[in-house]
């Protein structure tokens, strides 16, 4: 479209769509990690300062996602998508492991943060494969 601003379409390219669906979501644990870190450390068994490490990554990462979407460099998107999916195996591959130490929270949280971590991962690969 002639004269159309590319960055006020972020919906026109499912690609584009989901890096910012990554974003929003890295945004949104990095504000969780920061606000209910005390919360979460009782639930996982850690100390309040891991969340808040974590919550700095997040944020950062979410800052990264944005800016990819912005620019629309789909580009990344592979790379983005399996550090997604490798993500979500880590978690649910050490999750076993340290099941015992966490509360029923903090089990229900583990779980669906790796779920979404494989469905973002997933969602980013198919927006990729898309022609």
């Known amino acids: 479209m002639p004269g159309t601003n590319r960055h006020l379409l972020p919906f026109r390219s499912p690609a584009v769509l989901i890096l910012w669906a990554n974003s929003v979501f890295a945004a949104v644990l990095a504000a969780a990690c920061f606000a209910l870190g005390s919360n979460l450390?009782?639930?996982?068994?850690?100390?309040?300062e891991v969340f808040w490490v974590v919550g700095g990554a997040l944020a950062l990462a979410s800052i990264g996602l944005g800016w990819l979407a912005w620019e629309r460099a789909i580009g990344w998107l592979p790379r983005v998508s399996a550090g997604n999916l490798a993500t979500g195996a880590v978690?649910?591959?050490?999750?076993?492991?340290?099941?015992g130490g966490f509360s029923a929270e903090g089990r229900w949280l583990a779980s669906a943060v790796a779920n979404a971590c494989l469905?973002?991962?997933l969602a980013q690969w198919l927006a990729w494969r898309r022609p």
């Open 91 to 99: 978690l649910w591959g050490v999750a076993p492991f340290a099941w």
């Open 119 to 121: 469905l973002i991962g």
């Open 41 to 48: 450390a009782g639930w996982f068994g850690l100390q309040r």
